[in-house]
C-alpha cells in the first residue's frame, strides 16, 4: 500500500499543514485499498459506480465540493469495526440505500493507520450531510488492532460501534430497506443490492466477494475450531446468545 507522506523523505522543506489536494492526492492512491477491492470487473459498468464514486471522487462527496449552508460534515455517529471478511461491505451498502444513511464508500482506516493526521483530516474524508442524517464508515481492521476502542472513545464516546458477526445490530431506523431491495445470486450465494426504481441490474460488489472457497483438510478445521471454541465461549457470554460456531 503506498504511503501518503506530507514531508517528502529526505526534503529540507519543514512539514506543510495538510491541504485539500493531499487529501484528493491520498484518496487516489490508496483507491484500491479505499475501495475495498472495489475496482474488480464485476462492479463496473453495472450502473451502481455513484455509490463509491460519490465518495471519492464526485463533487458530492465534498473532498472537493464546496457546503452549501444546511449540509456539514460531521464525524462518524457509527462505525462498522469488523470483523474482516465478515460482510461488512455488503453492510454497509444496503445500509447506504436508507435515505438517512450517508456514509464514506471508501475504507479511511484512520483509527489504525492515519491517526497521526487527525481528527479534521478524518471529518474531511466525510460525505456531507443533513440534519437527521447520519454520518458512517466501515474499516473492518479497527476490530484487530488495539488502540482503536480507546481513540474513539476519545473522538465520542457516543459512537455507535458495529460488529459483523451473523445477525447486524441496525440503528433504529425507520422501516425503507425491504425485500425489494435484494436480489438473490446464486452464483454468488448472497442476495445483492437492487434498487427498486429504474432498470439497473442488481449489485453484487466485486469479484472479491463470493470467491471459491479452497477444500480444506479436516484436521486443519478441527484444530481452527479447538483453537477458537475457548474465544466462541466468551463471545456467546458477553454477548448473550449462542451463535453455534463449533
Ligand atoms: N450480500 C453480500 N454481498 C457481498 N458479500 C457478501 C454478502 N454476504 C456475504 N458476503 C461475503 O462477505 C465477505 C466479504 O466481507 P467484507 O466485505 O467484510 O470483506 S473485507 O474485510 O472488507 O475485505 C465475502 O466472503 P468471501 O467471498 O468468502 O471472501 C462475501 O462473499
Not at 501518503?4 to 489536494?21: A, I, V
Not at 488495539?146 to 458495529?162: F, N, W
Request: aromatic share 10%.
Amino acid at each position: 500500500t503506498p504511503t501518503f507522506m506530507m514531508e517528502e523523505r529526505g526534503s529540507r522543506n519543514p512539514p506543510r499543514p495538510l491541504q485539500k489536494q493531499d487529501l484528493e492526492m491520498f484518496l487516489k492512491s490508496q483507491s484500491r485499498d479505499l475501495l475495498n477491492n472495489e475496482s474488480d470487473a464485476d462492479s463496473k459498468g453495472d450502473g451502481w459506480e455513484e455509490n463509491k464514486g460519490d465518495v471519492v471522487y464526485d463533487e458530492d462527496s465534498g473532498v472537493a465540493g464546496a457546503l452549501n449552508g444546511s449540509e456539514t460534515k460531521k464525524l462518524p455517529q457509527a462505525i462498522i469495526i469488523g470483523v474482516k471478511k465478515g460482510g461488512t461491505r455488503a453492510l454497509l451498502e444496503f445500509l447506504r440505500l436508507h435515505p438517512d444513511i450517508r456514509a464514506v464508500g471508501a475504507e479511511p482506516h484512520f483509527f489504525d493507520r492515519n491517526y497521526e493526521k487527525g481528527l479534521e483530516w478524518y471529518r474531511e474524508l466525510m460525505p456531507e450531510t443533513q440534519e437527521g442524517q447520519l454520518t458512517m464508515e466501515k474499516t473492518p481492521s479497527y476490530f484487530v488492532t488495539k488502540e482503536v476502542p480507546g481513540r474513539i472513545h476519545a473522538m465520542s464516546k457516543d459512537t455507535k460501534l458495529i460488529v459483523v458477526v451473523r445477525d447486524p445490530h441496525f440503528l433504529g431506523l425507520r422501516r425503507e430497506v425491504t425485500h425489494k431491495h435484494f436480489h438473490f445470486n446464486p452464483a454468488k450465494g448472497f442476495p445483492c443490492l437492487k434498487r427498486p426504481e429504474g432498470n439497473s441490474k442488481p449489485h453484487c460488489l466485486g469479484k472479491t466477494k463470493g470467491r471459491t472457497h479452497p477444500n480444506i483438510d479436516p484436521d486443519v478445521i478441527q484444530r481452527l475450531q479447538d483453537f477458537y471454541k475457548p474465544f466462541n465461549k466468551k463471545f456467546y457470554q458477553m454477548t448473550g446468545h449462542d451463535f453455534g460456531w463449533d
